[in-house]
């Protein structure tokens, strides 16, 4: 996968004695980071899947209303709630058997079982937000296996995570006026029903009487390049990308608004290119002779 060093250095052959300028490596990644703005922007505006995060999070404490968004949350899609929860400090990910172990003895007993859907908080190298979603096809008291080869081994010692059973328990959207209003008519403990933004948390209508897990499924724009930063988007955009740097450089003094429309007209041709590419489903059908 290429870095952002590899994109400047393909940007510097469109750039070289541009105007009889040499840019700066660092000029250069900030209108890298500038491009890549608008492409975030483009693909936001569309809900694509390429900037669709999963978070599992044990925040929900008991007697809490709130949790923080996740990072670099834009818009949330849906909030799961479930309250299987274990956490265990003596796992073992182990990435050949796409297993996770614990000899603490509990997945059954805590309602873990075969084709659920889990995912992890705490984990150091497996936690949902970097491997996904795990479905599970086979579990014992002390062994969890699963379908997916995302795994990544783990050690013995001191391996931590909470596995998260995911149940459905949707938690319904409302607007934040009618969360706050929920609150002020009872002031009630329990499973939460309905959440709405409130700058950058999230709230609930109820008090958590208990733990509970959230399955957080959001919108994230992507972080902020360095030089050595592998790009973003398993390399789909990085001919985009690097036009982009290019045509910020060369017009860097021009109207700003006329640039940015152009490079939003550029963005969105690729982006509606790569969705039908995506999207597409081919038809099956079915002969009969």
């Not at 040499?22 to 990644?29: M, R, T, W, Y």
């Not at 809900?47 to 008991?62: C, K, R």
């Not at 982006?271 to 999207?279: C, D, G, I, T, Y």
Request: hydrophobic letters at 40%; proline letters at 1%; one cysteine or more.
């Amino acid at each position: 996968m290429a870095t952002a060093a590899n994109i400047i250095t393909a940007g510097e052959y469109d750039l070289r004695e541009y105007a009889g300028q040499k840019l700066e490596d660092a000029e250069k990644l900030e209108y890298l980071n500038r491009a890549l703005i608008v492409l975030d922007a483009e693909l936001l505006s569309m809900n694509s899947d390429w900037v669709h995060q999963t978070l599992v999070s044990a925040g929900l404490t008991a007697g809490l209303q709130k949790v923080s968004q996740p990072t670099r949350c834009v818009s949330i899609r849906s909030i799961w709630v479930t309250d299987i929860i274990d956490s265990f400090t003596d796992l073992t990910y182990t990435a050949a058997a796409d297993t996770i172990a614990t000899a603490a003895g509990t997945f059954v007993t805590n309602g873990i079982a075969v084709d659920q859907t889990i995912g992890i908080d705490g984990s150091t190298d497996n936690d949902t937000h970097d491997i996904g979603l795990l479905s599970v096809s086979a579990v014992t008291e002390t062994l969890i296996t699963v379908n997916e080869d995302v795994i990544v081994d783990e050690g013995a010692a001191n391996a931590s995570g909470t596995i998260f059973a995911m149940k459905n328990d949707e938690v319904v959207k409302k607007s934040t006026d009618y969360v706050l209003y929920r609150r002020k008519q009872a002031s009630e403990t329990g499973r939460p029903y309905y959440w709405a933004h409130e700058g950058t948390n999230i709230i609930f209508d109820k008090k958590a009487d208990q733990a509970y897990g959230l399955f957080i499924h959001f919108n994230q724009k992507t972080d902020t390049l360095a030089v050595g930063t592998t790009m973003p988007y398993n390399g789909e955009f990085d001919t985009a990308l690097r036009e982009g740097m290019v045509f910020l450089a060369k017009h860097r003094n021009d109207d700003a608004d006329s640039i940015s429309a152009a490079l939003e007209r550029m963005f969105k041709t690729t982006v509606m290119r790569q969705a039908v590419r995506r999207n597409y489903i081919p038809r099956r059908y079915q002969l009969d002779f």
